[in-house]
C-alpha cells in the first residue's frame, strides 16, 4: 500500500522570532509564585535575615514547575523539583566554599566544571523524559548561581534548608487552590483549549495560532490523564466525560485545518509530540524508566543534546575564565537555555538571537535595579516582580522570560554588592560568548547525527510493533497496554524525528519518506485495532494480518 504526504514546510525567519508559544491566562500562577517568593522573605526579614531572603528565592521555583498540572499529580511535580532545587543549591554553595577559600582565579574551573556537568544531566533527564518547560532551566540556574554565595560567608547547609522555606512555601500556595476547586486544572487546560482553536480559526488560520492551540492540546489531553479522567484510550471518570468530548472536538478542528502541522511545530524549539492524523483519546506516556532506558543511547536525542551542552558549556565557560571573567555559571546557564531542548539549527539560532536581545535588556533592567539602590525591601520586591513575569512568559516567549530571569539570577547571586560597570560589562561578555559556542555547535555538529537518530527510532517502531504482537498472542488488547503506550510513544517519536530530518536533510529525507509513511500507518492500524477490540483476545488470523502489514512496510 502507498500512501501519499508531502515533505514538510516551515515557517519564516520573522515568525520564528516573534512567536508566541502557549494560549490561555498565567496570571494566577504568576501570582503564587511571587508570594512563594515575598511572603518568606518578608518573615525573613523581620527577624533580621537579610542575605539568606536571596536564598529563599531559590526554593521558590518550586511552584514553576507545578503550574497548570493537576493537583493529584502537582504535590509530587512541586516536591520532587523543590528537592532538586534545593539540594543543587546546597552542592552549589559546597563547590564555591571550595573555589573561593583559594585566591587564584583559575579555581573557578571548578565552578565551571560542577555547572556543566548539572547542565549536561539536566539537558539529558529532560529530553529523555520530554518534560515541559522550563525543563532543568532554573535548577541548573539555582546550582551555578549557588557558586557565588560562598561569597556572602554562609554555610552551604544552610544555604539548602533556606532554599527548601522557599520551595515548601512553593508547595504550599501551589496546592491552596485545590481547596475549592479540586477540578480545577484540567478544566482550565479543556477551556484553555477551546479558545486557542477559536483564536486560531478567527485569524485565518495563522501558523503562530496554529501551533498555540496545538499546545494547548497537548496540554488538555496530558492534564485530563494526569487526572485520572482518561487512560488507555478511553474514559475512565464518566462524571468527567464532557471535558474529553470538548477536548476530542477541538482535536478534530485542528485535525481539519490543513497541512501546516510542521510549519507550526518549528515555530518552537519545544514539539508538541501530538499526531493529529488520529481522532482517538491519546495514550499516557510509558513509565520515567522506560523513557530513561531507551535514551540511553548514542544517537538518542537526549544522548544528543546532553553532548551539545556538555562541548558548548564547557567552552564558553572555560574560555571566560581564561578572558578573566568571574561567572562561568552565567555563561554556561546562558548556553543551555540555548541548547537544552535540541533544536534544529535555525530555531536554534533564533533562540541564541533571543537570549542575547533578553540578556542586554534584563542586564540594563538590572542596572535600573542597581541605581535607585533599593533597600532589603526594595530589592525583595523586585525579585516578587521578576519571579511574576518570569512565570508569565517562561512558556509563551524567551526574549521576555530572558528578560526577567536574568536580574533575578544577578541579585540572587549578590551583584548588586559588586561595581556595575563591571557587572554590566562581564555579564554581556558571558552572554555573547554563550551564545557564539551554543550556536557553533549546533551548525558544526556533525552531520549524520540526524539522520542516524532517525533511523534508530525507526528500528524502534519496529520493534514496538513487534513487542506489540506477540504480546496480543497471549493477551487482550487491555491486558498489553504498556506496550501499546511503548508503540504510540515510539511512533510520535519517529514522526517527530523525520519532520525534523525533513528541514534539515531534505535530500535524506525524501528517500525515506515513502518508508515513513507506511511505518506510521502499519503502527496505527495495530493501534487502531487494539482500540476496536479492547477486551477480547485477537484471532490468530487477525495477528497474522497485522504482522503481515508490519512485514510489508519493513
Known amino acids: 500500500m502507498t500512501h501519499s504526504e508531502p515533505l514538510p514546510a516551515r515557517p519564516g525567519f520573522w515568525e520564528l522570532l516573534t512567536a508566541f508559544h502557549s494560549p490561555g491566562r498565567r496570571w494566577p500562577g504568576a501570582l503564587r ?284 565557560g572555560v574560555v571566560g575564565i581564561l578572558f578573566g571573567l568571574d561567572r562561568p555559571d552565567w555563561a554556561i546557564v546562558s548556553a543551555l537555555l540555548i541548547l537544552q531542548w535540541g533544536p534544529d539549527r535555525l530555531p536554534g539560532t533564533i533562540r541564541g538571537l533571543h537570549r542575547l536581545l533578553g540578556s542586554v535588556v534584563g542586564i540594563g533592567l538590572f542596572a535600573a535595579f542597581y541605581a535607585f539602590d533599593l533597600g532589603v525591601w526594595g530589592l525583595l520586591l523586585a525579585l516578587a516582580v521578576c519571579q511574576f513575569y518570569a512565570e508569565i512568559f517562561v512558556v509563551r516567549n524567551y526574549i521576555f522570560t530572558v528578560i526577567f530571569t536574568t536580574p533575578l539570577a544577578l541579585m540572587m547571586g549578590n551583584a548588586l554588592a559588586l561595581p556595575l560597570g563591571e557587572t554590566l560589562v562581564s555579564r554581556t561578555a558571558e552572554v555573547l560568548l554563550s551564545v557564539i559556542f551554543a550556536v557553533a555547535v549546533l551548525w558544526l555538529w556533525p552531520r549524520d547525527a540526524k539522520p542516524r537518530h532517525h533511523e534508530r527510532l525507526a528500528e524502534l517502531c519496529n520493534r514496538a510493533m513487534g513487542s506489540l504482537l506477540g504480546a496480543l498472542l497471549t493477551k487482550t488488547p487491555d491486558g498489553s497496554l504498556p506496550e501499546r503506550r511503548d508503540l504510540q510513544f515510539e511512533l510520535i517519536s519517529e514522526r517527530r524525528a523525520a519532520q525534523s530530518l525533513a528541514q534539515e536533510f531534505p535530500e535524506v529525507a525524501a528517500e525515506r519518506w515513502g518508508r515513513h509513511l507506511e511505518l506510521q500507518y502499519a503502527g496505527y492500524e495495530i493501534l487502531d485495532h487494539c482500540n476496536a477490540h479492547p477486551d477480547r483476545e485477537l484471532s490468530l488470523g487477525e495477528i497474522a494480518d497485522l504482522s503481515a502489514r508490519v512485514r510489508d512496510q519493513a
Open 33 to 316: 509564585a511571587a508570594l512563594a517568593l515575598a511572603i518568606p522573605g518578608a518573615i525573613a526579614l523581620l527577624l533580621g535575615y537579610d542575605n539568606e531572603m536571596l536564598l529563599i528565592a531559590a526554593g521558590g521555583f518550586a511552584v514553576i514547575y507545578g503550574e497548570g498540572l493537576p493537583f493529584r499529580t502537582r504535590w509530587r511535580v512541586m516536591a520532587t523539583a523543590g528537592a532538586l532545587l534545593a539540594g543543587s543549591a546546597m552542592a552549589g554553595a559546597f563547590v564555591g566554599s571550595v573555589v573561593f577559600s583559594h585566591e587564584s582565579h583559575w579555581w573557578l574551573l571548578l565552578a565551571a566544571l560542577f555547572t556543566t556537568v548539572v547542565a549536561t544531566i539536566g539537558a539529558f533527564v529532560q529530553n529523555a523524559l520530554r518534560l515541559p518547560p522550563p525543563g532543568s532551566f532554573f535548577i541548573v540556574m539555582v546550582a551555578g548561581g549557588s557558586t557565588m554565595v560562598a561569597r556572602l560567608g554562609l554555610n552551604p547547609v544552610e544555604v539548602g534548608a533556606w532554599a527548601l522555606v522557599g520551595a515548601a512555601s512553593g508547595i504550599t500556595l501551589g496546592m491552596l487552590p485545590a481547596l475549592w476547586n479540586r477540578h480545577g486544572p484540567e478544566t482550565s487546560a479543556v477551556k484553555t483549549l477551546e479558545k486557542a482553536v477559536a483564536d486560531f480559526l478567527r485569524s485565518d488560520r495563522s501558523v503562530a495560532k496554529l501551533h498555540q492551540a496545538h499546545s494547548a492540546l497537548s496540554s488538555a489531553w496530558y492534564s485530563l490523564a494526569d487526572a485520572g479522567v482518561i487512560g488507555a484510550g478511553r474514559i475512565l471518570d464518566e462524571s468527567r466525560r464532557d471535558l474529553v468530548e470538548r477536548t476530542m472536538r477541538g482535536h478534530i478542528t485542528l485535525a481539519t485545518a490543513g497541512d501546516r502541522e510542521q510549519e507550526a511545530e518549528d515555530l518552537t524549539d519545544t514539539p508538541v509530540y501530538m499526531d493529529l492524523s488520529r481522532r482517538a483519546i491519546p495514550h499516557s506516556r510509558p513509565s520515567a524508566s522506560y523513557r530513561l532506558y531507551r535514551s540511553m543511547h548514542r544517537y538518542s536525542h537526549a544522548t544528543l543534546t546532553a553532548a551539545k551542552v556538555f562541548l558548548a558549556a564547557l567552552l564558553c
